[in-house]
């Protein structure tokens, strides 16, 4: 609620991370656009356009009288959304590193240092 991000922007980004990331698979029935509207405390037409965002960026399915459900969204979408949200996340370590006045030896010495705790605790 906090976000600036418009609801059914947040809601859209939440189900295709799931979705994405396997959480949701292909074929999972979804709530109906009411239930979720009323989980969420926002209104129907918040949760009416998100999923008809997903529906028409293919990841999801729906069809009048039925609950809409996972579509199957192919393993190089999924790779994709993975690398991305990695790359988010380094990207924004990265800045908040800059912003601290870090050069770029001393956050790649971190990372590695980072990655190597890691790998020990593995």
């Known amino acids: 609620m906090d976000d600036e991000e418009p609801m059914y922007r947040q809601i859209e980004e939440q189900l295709k991370g799931l979705i994405l990331s396997g959480r949701l698979r292909p074929g999972t029935p979804l709530p109906s656009i009411r239930a979720l509207a009323r989980e969420l405390s926002c209104s129907v037409i ?9 529906e028409s960026a293919g990841f999801i399915r729906t069809r009048q009288g039925m609950r809409a459900t996972v579509a199957d969204v192919g393993e190089e979408e999924r790779e994709r959304y993975r690398r991305e949200a990695v790359l988010e996340a380094l990207r924004a370590a990265v800045e908040a590193g800059r ?5 770029a030896e001393e956050l790649r010495r971190m990372f590695e240092e980072t990655l190597s705790e890691l790998e020990r605790k593995e």
């Open 99 to 103: 912003q601290r006045g870090l050069s």
């Open 46 to 54: 918040t949760t009416r356009r998100a999923y008809q965002d997903l």
